[in-house]
């Protein structure tokens, strides 16, 4: 089992975009996928067709202890399972602050579980937190989505030096997946900069596959689907079944 946290302090850079279309490709290669939505905003549980009233209990109850990962986890149409959020989980901040073992409480509820999948998803809120902190902890490796514009530079430091202090106190194992360019503009000249200055900083961490900006890419969360079934010709999805590809392939090794 390889869990993934798919991360990054700075919002709006395509992280729920990701995390639901990789569960929904790799799940196409016939991966087993459980994706987890750890963020309160709850956006990846609509995205993959859960309304907020089917999602219960939540991530809220697991990290709690109020309820098993099996009476949490909802299986979705598009071949993977996926752990739901919303509003709820913001009161966990504060009700996991007076828990034993805190930070260890999501890794210790997947531990229980361990052989029914072959590929975890963990969709990280835009803050660094306690349930961001609980991603970590529990993963394997973080995959970075990311906007090639001069801001991103910056929140980049700042998350490599986030990975460096909870690989040095709680998770040593944890490491940088991979970085993924996403809602990339080739024909922007500032773009294809940054892009270029990732490539020599990163090297082979930086994933081949580009996601483009993709109007049908947008679409797809408005309609509770994955873009590979709501357009599985377009560019955004053709871009995520490659990347699937990608992982695949980096794990095989």
């Known amino acids: 089992m390889k869990v993934l946290a798919i991360t990054n302090q700075k919002g709006g850079v395509g992280k729920t975009t990701t995390a639901v279309n990789l569960a929904a490709s790799l799940g196409a290669e016939g991966q087993r996928v459980l994706l987890i939505d750890m963020d309160p905003q709850g956006n990846a549980t609509t995205g993959a067709g859960i309304t907020k009233k089917e999602a219960l209990p939540t991530v809220y109850q697991l990290l709690i202890g109020a309820a098993t990962l099996v009476e949490v986890c909802i299986k979705t149409e598009f071949a ?32 229980q579980n361990h052989d029914e999948y072959d590929f975890v998803l963990i969709d990280c809120p835009p803050a660094l937190n306690m349930l961001t902190v609980n991603a970590l902890v529990a993963a394997d ?33 944890l490491e940088v997946e991979g970085l993924l360019r996403t809602m990339y503009n080739g024909q922007s000249t500032l773009t294809q900069q940054v892009s270029n200055e990732l490539e020599s900083h990163f090297g082979d961490k930086v994933y081949k596959t580009i996601v483009p900006r993709n109007v049908r890419l947008a679409e797809a969360p408005s309609y509770g689907k994955p873009v590979i079934a709501f357009d599985k010709n377009s560019k955004g999805a ?15 090794k």
């Open 238 to 252: 053709l871009a995520y079944s490659a990347l699937a590809q990608e992982i695949l392939e980096r794990t095989a």
């Open 80 to 111: 993977f399972d996926i752990l739901p959020a919303n509003r709820e989980l913001a009161g966990a901040e504060v009700e996991l602050i007076e828990l034993d073992r805190r930070e260890y409480r999501l890794k210790e509820a997947l531990a």
């Open 141 to 173: 490796s973080v995959l970075i989505p990311m906007q090639c514009e001069y801001y991103a530079l910056e929140g980049l430091s700042d998350l490599v030096e986030t990975l460096r202090k909870v690989r040095h106190h709680l998770n040593s194992r």
